[in-house]
């Protein structure tokens, strides 16, 4: 009787998990503990030693701005830093042999084509979009074409699997839909199937020149997206997405020293946590994979024999065979089984506190920065019908993004995006200025507190604000999200640490700690 076919799982390894020799190392033994009863297939991003600002997708994107400045040749020697760099990493990680030649051989290759490519970009003095795509993708490219050669000097049978090219059809930049995504995941499934099925493919993170370029259609860290395509196109047992944080925990870590890990979360609450500031993965990731009914599981690189917080699909069911699946992670700590650990109702996290998901309290606490509000005063004595939507086209035209909106019959407020171009805003301003007065407010923060449990709280907002001018945090303006799973509100930026940790401590551990 045929063998039946091992669960897959896609594992995902951000820029830090493999940013030098050891990592990669240890990424190995990751990937290697979990092929015993899975088959596994990998998706990197570009290595990053420290802070992804430091890494390699943003030093190619500091050589591509070199390019366009006259006399200089400083993108040659960032260049060169990056090839050294990776050359580096395969002395160190990769055994001597043919995968390691050939592993050098490659790399050196890609660098000296990026090298002619930024020469070539001088010489026209331009770049497009899509080159910057194309230049950003060498780091990627590295990565994976490295640690491919890794695993094979380890006796694992993997290929490295380069999606340069996968985008092969024509997309309107400015109407890229689902029916984009839909194309991507089943030309995906086509490349991984190719790759056999006793086979590690080693993807890299970067998926192409996507139009109207991967930095604005997608945004940095485009590789979780490419790992959750992946996943839906092979429909994968689960998505692993590997950092250097433990998992989504219930504030901010590094501003809120109290948070504590999460066992699991919703997608929704997930989704709302990312868009307000706590971008543990990239926003697009959970909408594709919670589609096809797939859990995604965090976890830390740095310390795999953590639990991890999974994000669990509505009406997800446990596969049937989740028996038979074991795994351990290096340390010898078994990984619960796929659907076993999903459903529990009290878990202890790494401060030996247990959050118990029958407690009513909200699940996490968020803040963004760097927001801008306007408040526009209606100029008419009796309002136009026309004046919010004077407000919003004028806004869109400049492709502006409001974050949150509160409303009167004369008045709007609205905190907007982070990352507003100041010349875009000025025109958007001179329009606005025709409906009404207009001021702007400077430097203040999203303060967002999430949970799906808060529908049936009552009194919560009460909580918050309370909490609030205890602490003597001044509120610009309130919204309470029609999911209801989010009340927010804008208050300063330098008083924004200090309510993060107030309404954490008070309003969701409350009891817990006290
Ligand atoms: N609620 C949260 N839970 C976990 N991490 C959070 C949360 N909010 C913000 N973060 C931050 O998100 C970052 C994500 O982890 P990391 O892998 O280091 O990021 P990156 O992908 O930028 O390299 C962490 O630095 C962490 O401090
Ligand atoms: N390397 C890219 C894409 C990415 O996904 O990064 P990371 O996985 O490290 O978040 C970036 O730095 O944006």
Known sequence: MAKPALPIVVQKYGGTSVGSAERMLEVAEIVKSNLKSNRVIVVLSAMSSHKKAEGTTSRLLEAAKEVLKPNSQRYLDIVNIIEEGHLKTIENAVAEGPAR?????????????????????????????????????????????????????QGVDAVYVNLEKLIEAQFDEKAIDQTFYDYLTQRLAVVIEGCGENTVPVVTGYL???????????????????????????????LQIWKEVDGIFTADPRKAPKALLLASISPEEAAELTYYGSEVIHPFTMEQVIRASIPIRIKNTFKPDGDGTVIIPEGWVPPQHAESIECLTPGGTRIPKLGEDYLG????????LALSEDQKRPTAVTIKDHVIVLNVHSNRKSVSHGFFAHIFLALDRYGIVVDLISTSEVHVSMALSPNVKESKLERALVELRKYGTVDVIRNMAILSLVGKQMRNMVGIAGLMFETLAKHNVNIEMISQGASEINISCVIEEERAETALRAIHDECILGDICS
């Open 208 to 238: 192409g020149p996507v139009p109207g370029s991967i930095l604005s259609t997608i945004g940095r860290g485009y590789t979780d997206l490419t790992a959750a395509l992946i996943a839906v196109g092979v429909a994968a047992r689960e």
């Open 101 to 153: 030649a050939e592993a050098e051989r490659d790399v050196k290759a890609e660098c000296s084509r990026l090298r002619s490519f930024m020469a070539a970009a001088e010489v026209i003095d331009e770049i497009s979009p899509r080159s910057r795509d194309v230049m950003i993708s060498t780091g990627e490219k590295l990565s994976a074409r490295i640690f491919a050669a890794l695993l094979q000097s």
């Open 345 to 352: 109702s009290k878990t202890p996290n790494g401060n030996g």
